[in-house]
């Protein structure tokens, strides 16, 4: 089963910054957080990962809180591209074969 | 830098028939998860292999099997086909090099989307 929550659906208007959480109050010390997405009908993308800092790349921002129990993945200026399903999901570094859990994720609307 | 290649895109098959489906991972890349995606039950992981070795299996009856090859490639293989087995089928690469997390990464192709009539 999936370690994480997140929100079905969630509405974002175009422009604007979409922030998307996730619970993961079970968390372990040498979990990271990861965050993919899903266009429709395409594989899973990878966004961004973490441990316990706020990580930045050229696609989105992920806050993580200082107990690790929860996180944000804030994409700044969201477009009508940026419609997807977004997974967020714990994984032990160096766990080559422990397989990512999905869970249901949230889907994101970007509406113009 | 080519990525994750899958072939066929698309397929269907009748009932009581098999299918094998192809991945070329990213070179370089030697492990290699097979994941099922259905309306459903959502993604739900099927094996990974790494250098050429199963070592994990999720919770699918002995019909679904997998190999890899020495140059990473991998197949899967279902046998005698159910309607239940219409599904998107992704499979992902990743470099997995110890003591760098960014390396597990798993990168994912377009899949093969397999309609069983």
């Known amino acids: 089963d999936a370690k994480t929550t997140q929100p079905p659906s969630m509405d974002c208007a175009e422009g604007r910054a979409a922030n998307l959480p996730c619970n993961h109050s079970?968390?372990?010390?040498?979990?990271?957080v990861y965050w993919y997405r899903q266009i429709h009908s395409q594989g899973p993308q990878y966004i961004i990962h973490?441990?316990?800092n706020n990580e930045t790349n050229e696609m989105a921002s992920l806050i993580i809180t200082e107990d690790r129990k929860s996180s944000t993945l804030i994409l700044p200026h969201a477009t009508l591209r940026d419609t997807a399903v977004y997974y967020c999901?714990?994984?032990?570094?160096?766990?080559?074969?422990?397989?990512?859990?999905f869970g249901k994720g949230t889907r994101l609307s970007v509406i113009a | 830098k080519a990525g994750v290649t899958q072939t066929p895109r698309y397929l269907i098959k009748t009932r009581g028939q098999q299918v094998t489906l192809s991945c070329s991972p990213i070179?370089?890349?030697?492990?290699v998860s097979w994941y099922q995606q259905t309306p459903g039950q959502g993604l739900q992981f099927l094996f990974e292999?790494?250098?050429?070795?199963?070592?994990n299996k999720g919770n699918f009856p002995g019909r679904f099997s997998g190999r890899q090859f020495s140059n990473s490639r991998s197949e899967m293989n279902v046998s005698t086909l159910e309607l239940g087995d219409s599904a998107l089928y992704l499979c992902?690469?990743?470099?997995?090099?110890?003591?760098?997390?960014?390396?597990?990464?798993?990168?994912f192709g377009a899949g093969s989307r397999l309609t069983v009539l």
């Open positions: 992902a690469s990743s470099l997995e090099k110890l003591g760098t997390p960014g390396a597990n990464v798993l990168t």
């Open positions: 079970t968390i372990s010390g040498n979990e990271y």
């Open positions: 973490g441990l316990k």
């Open positions: 999901i714990v994984r032990a570094w160096n766990s080559g074969n422990t397989p990512l859990v």
């Open positions: 070179s370089g890349h030697r492990s």
């Open positions: 292999y790494f250098s050429e070795t199963q070592r």
